[in-house]
């Protein structure tokens, strides 16, 4: 039987034109052995019109409208969206949440309060950082809110106060909640703002650096010094006062915990709206969260990281009243269906600072919908 096996090869390499042309190409002149060699078969008679193969038509083989609209289309970036980070003066400002905090008689664990320490919030004059930081006020936490925008923490200090006030009127006293300056992407203004934190507060237990900002620019167009700003902002900032707050933390041989805000596109591409700085920049604050956990487990100081999804805030709204198609492609790919709200991040933030969250460290905890899952 193999010697039949042999013989059909042989004189199928012999009837074929072609393979044998190919092996009398390759044999040594001096030889008379010719090496069997295997083939494809000619595809010029087979069918490669897409409109009868069901492979081909699904495919961007097909001609136009061969299977409905181009294939893909939706897993692209488009370059013709451009969306740049508005001027400090033109934000718009975010609301105090109504409702959300204070005291409450419902059965809890006790581990998720943060009464007796210490809050700094990066970026918590608006968005998602004041909405975290008022969570974190609502579970006992004193805070320092430190922002670019000075007067708006201090307005937004005041705003915390008077809600808490209002929703626990029995209260004598009230949370220590106040505001600093910082540009997050110096090291000397972030030192600067720790010291001025430290004055008020004596100490800093937990960190949350919400501090950040995207634009939308095809990469090649990008403006190379408004990237080298995003940068500045989104890593070197979350480094610089991870540390600084991690040195402080060492010296008084204190436990803490440190939540790094990164995002989804940290781990995804988002589309159709191109951002590969600001994807990037993301990726690194993921990354630096993992390293610094294992670099200061032995210090008892826990990093986390929040990646969260499409939020609602009030930057987000005005983006999306501007450019309707990107709230409909936006949430036609989150499988829950609807974009989150900065509120949905204030269990998430306050979970990871406590200590109901004590053994937990170098996590990404994404809030985002399910959108990374599909």
């Known amino acids: 039987m193999f010697h039949r096996m042999i013989s059909r090869a042989t004189l199928s390499t012999f009837t074929h034109p072609s393979a044998l042309t190919a092996t009398a190409r390759l044999a040594p002149r001096s030889s008379n052995f010719f090496r069997p060699l295997t083939c494809t078969a000619n595809r010029a008679n087979q069918n490669d019109d897409p409109s009868k193969d069901p492979i081909l038509s699904a495919t961007n083989k097909a001609p136009s409208g061969a299977s409905g609209e181009h294939e893909g289309q939706f897993a692209r970036t488009d370059e013709s969206v451009q969306i740049e980070y508005p001027p400090d003066s033109e934000m718009p400002a975010q609301p105090v949440v109504q409702g959300r905090g204070g005291m409450h008689f419902k059965r809890t664990l006790a581990s998720f309060s943060l009464e007796n320490r210490v809050s700094m919030v990066t970026g918590g004059a608006r968005g998602l950082g004041l909405v975290m930081a008022q969570g974190l006020v609502a579970s006992g936490s004193d805070l320092a809110i430190v922002d670019l925008n000075k007067a708006e923490a201090e307005e937004q200090a005041q705003k915390l106060i008077e809600q808490f006030h209002k929703e626990n009127p029995s209260l ?192 990404d905890l994404r809030v985002d919908g399910g959108y990374t899952l599909t």
């Open 172 to 363: 004598e006293q009230l949370p220590n909640v106040t505001a600093h300056y910082a540009d997050v992407s110096n090291p000397d203004s972030v030192n600067a703002a720790l010291a001025e934190v430290l004055a008020k507060h004596n100490q800093i237990d937990n960190l949350v650096t919400s501090a950040g900002f995207t634009e939308n620019f095809e990469a090649i167009n990008y403006p190379f010094d408004r990237m080298q700003k995003l940068w500045g902002v989104n890593v070197d900032g979350t480094y610089l006062f991870a540390t600084g707050v991690a040195k402080h933390l060492m010296e008084r041989n204190a436990p803490g915990s440190i939540v790094m805000i990164g995002s989804m596109s940290g781990s995804i591409v988002n589309v159709p709206q191109p951002q590969a700085p600001y994807n990037a920049a993301k990726a690194a604050v993921r990354h630096l969260a993992a390293s610094l956990a294992v670099e200061w487990a032995g210090h008892d100081i826990r990093v986390n990281c929040i990646s969260p999804g499409y939020m609602l805030t009030a930057l987000t709204r005005k983006i999306l009243d501007e450019n309707p198609q990107l709230r409909d492609k936006w949430t036609s790919l989150i499988p829950v269906g609807k974009m989150g709200t900065p509120e949905d991040l204030m269990g998430a933030v306050t979970f990871l600072l406590s200590d109901a969250s004590k053994y937990i460290t170098g996590a």
